[in-house]
């Protein structure tokens, strides 16, 4: 699987975003389209938002620190909000978040790309990544792992995506 979101000719991002709001965005949309979302794929997607994000404009989305757990990138503290729902889809009701009009239309594009796919087929791919790779460096497959996926390693393997490049 190879995606490619799209270059927009738009100001670099100054501001950070709440990274709650980011995940409220993807359940709000998971929400309103009568799909289910676990935390598996709400992570992966609040990693994609962060990792074009960096490709595009340069900047952080959030600040936040993804670490290459066994299942692909997780946020420590989105996991901590919802890991009662273990492998379950998540519940909560929330609104759609206010957040800046440019930061809507990116995350709604990762949702295009990256929604249709199930958490499974999304671990699979953040595997498959030089960003995750690299942070688990020779790990076994199963053993755990809290090293933090460099942004600056998201931002070039994303970038060299907008190319043609990477794999």
Known sequence: MAFTLKRRPQDAQVDTVDLNKVADYFIWRAHEVGEPISQLKLQKLVYYAQAWNLALKGTPLVKAEFQAWVHGPVNRQLYDR??????????????????????????????????????????????????????????????????????????????????????
């Open 82 to 167: 919802f890991k009662q729902y273990a492998w379950k889809p998540i519940t909560d009701e929330v609104e759609m978040p206010k957040l800046p009009k440019d930061v809507l239309e990116h995350l709604e594009e990762v949702w295009q790309v990256y929604g249709v796919y199930s958490p499974f087929e999304l671990e699979r791919l953040t595997h498959s990544e030089l960003p995750w790779q690299k942070a688990r460096g020779g790990l076994a497959p199963d053993e755990n792992c809290e090293v933090i996926i460099s942004k600056t390693d998201m931002m070039e393997f994303f970038r060299s995506r907008l190319h043609g490049e990477g794999s």
